[in-house]
DNA sequence: CATCGCTTTTGAAACCTTTCACTGACAGGA
DNA sequence: TCCTGTCAGTGAAAGGTTTCAAAAGCGATG
């Protein structure tokens, strides 16, 4: 029974019916007669017909489905992103697709490419580098982006981020008020915004309260991972007892959860010797042995603002380009205490 | 210059020359003279021309994506599969999309049901049921499907999997070997097939040793999330001193962090107090306050080779079915020691 | 100049679906 | 009986790309 790749006409043919008829079965049943459709329907089980999607969208001109490209499909924070993109999805019955950019230029502008062939809905991205010429041109070519967790210098297209100012200064008035008059802040590059976003806000709270800015000290990872917290927290340790901060900030979970694993093993007291504060609250950090004073951003949230402001400019002809900005929150937990 | 979806019509007229050869400049530009190739590649940029897929695809009659339907996006486990494909999808110059099916069946049959329409190379999946009729119906359709760390009752296609039922008899034995005598085991539920095979190789390997199976204790949970596993760590604080055991085996990762986070709180030593091993060796169970022991399994190699599975088969006319099975590992570190 | 061999270019057909103006058939009303 | 309106079904056209046989162009050779 089941033929290879059968067409309408197949169905057509074997139904002794129209090709109109069997594409009215499919996409307004209510106007074939029951028996009718009853009989193609019949038909189109036993020769195992699949409507073959590259025609019909040919027609149609656009395709069902959005695209986010992550920068890391590994980091938990950005599946939850993806999470609130999936369920705005689901709402408007669009199917999401995740491509992984892996912080590959390379990778990131194969995967634009191709979705953009593909004639998407829509885009959206946390980009290697958001001020790239290669996402105005897509843009500029009629496919709706909206930038995820990262801003443009030029406001010419959707974004959707969170003050990572007020997260980096949230963080610091924290330890502040429990005392610290020593504080280090650790993360890096600072060539990443959000990295640089954080320490001027830490910097700037630091001032606020009329402390010593050379008591701020920064500690330079050269990446945000488990392991570069824990050699940050090797550095730490080297440092003379007066010179020694109390405190530390990271700047997302990753690495204070590798800072709180080496302070902990090397047998310091968390938060007695050593407070620390991550950045993210993701899942793992309220699991740590020590729970981890965070910054939380509202990451479902995130996901389905950006979805929905895609599909506005997908769907509203005189769509505006907003930025929308989000505001962060601290989770005060046991490392900190 | 930038025209709303510019075609190849389009391009041809101004470039002054023939649809055929605007064709031969995109799909082999070493029959087409220099000269003619750089003033219709100039048109293309000048119009903003990118190519329609779905026409592409339609004339060619497959696509070049691999897709993999996975069971939790949220797991560090499944994304590290996921890299493997990639990997693998990056080397056959097929981009690989990701759908998540979030372990719900509807979800994932809407995404098969697009997948399929879409025509797509093939299909990798972790199913919530990998017994489903349906895969059968995609299958004998013509596309390949390769089922990833699951198995079928019956062998109609290719799967790549782990022995649990070794993984847990490793665990176990490791356990027994540190002089455990009253062994929890934490996990649930037993309808899921790993969850049940290395409960199977926990009895065995405890059965091997010569030892009460009344102290092989099971301790079921109604998932696996850090969540379930500090609660799990509730009830075995309730247990009467004598009656309580001095090691758990959770059936993976997240289980165990829960534990070990509700051990450590509520002022029990680990190992000292409470020995835990793990399963997944996700990247956290290194990186937890005590060092996770855990069985790791071969989770990017699981990705790759499931991947190179579904090309064979969908390139090879005479390919055989496989069912490849890994031997998982264990890692011991410090909360076992 | 005719012929040959080679490279470059052409134009039509094919891929499969959806849409839409249209035909037939039939029932009800005048 | 004739007309009108409704409903079910029809068939051709359109959408953009690739392929392939055939044509055209062109320099060299006899």
């Given at each position: ?183 280090a ?34 500690l ?12 940050a927290g090797e550095r730490l340790s080297g440092l003379?007892?007066?010179?020694r901060p109390?405190?530390a ?25 050593l ?63």
């Open positions: 029974m089941t033929v290879r790749n059968a067409s309408v006409k197949d169905v057509a043919a074997a139904a002794g019916v129209s090709l109109g008829t069997v594409s009215n079965v499919l996409n307004r049943p209510d106007r074939v007669s029951p028996s009718t459709r009853e009989r193609v329907e019949r038909v189109m089980a036993e020769l195992g017909f699949v409507r073959n999607e590259s025609a019909r969208q040919l027609r149609a001109g656009k395709s069902r489905t959005l695209a986010y490209v992550v920068l890391d499909a590994g980091n938990p924070f950005f599946t939850d992103v993806a999470a609130g993109i999936d369920d705005a999805a689901d709402d408007a019955a669009l199917s999401l697709v995740l491509c992984n950019s892996a912080n590959r230029a390379d990778r990131e502008a194969a995967h634009l490419a191709l979705l953009e062939q593909q004639r998407v809905q829509g885009i959206l991205i946390t980009p290697v580098d958001p001020d790239a010429v290669a996402l105005d041109l897509i843009a500029r070519r009629g496919t709706p982006i909206v930038v995820v967790d990262r801003t443009r210098r030029v406001e010419d297209f959707c974004t959707v981020s969170v003050d990572d100012v007020l997260g980096g200064r949230l963080a610091v008035e924290h330890l502040v008020d429990r005392g610290h008059r020593r504080v802040v650790v993360g890096g590059p600072t060539t990443i915004g959000q990295v640089h976003d954080r320490y001027a806000g830490a910097r700037a709270a630091w001032a606020d309260a009329g402390l010593d800015p050379d008591d701020l000290v920064e330079a990872t050269e990446a945000m991972t488990v392991a570069e917290g824990r050699s003379p007892g007066r010179r109390t405190a900030f990271c700047v997302n979970d990753l690495l204070a959860l590798g800072l709180l694993q080496q302070s902990i093993g090397s047998g310091r007291s968390v938060p007695g010797d407070a620390i504060i991550g950045y993210d609250d993701i899942e793992f950090a309220a699991a740590a042995a020590v729970p981890l004073t965070s910054v939380r951003q509202p990451r479902h949230q995130l996901g389905r603002t950006a979805a929905s402001l895609v599909l506005d400019e997908s769907s509203d002809p005189d769509h505006r380009h907003q930025q929308v900005t989000f505001t962060p929150e601290l989770v005060a937990r046991a490392s900190t205490l």
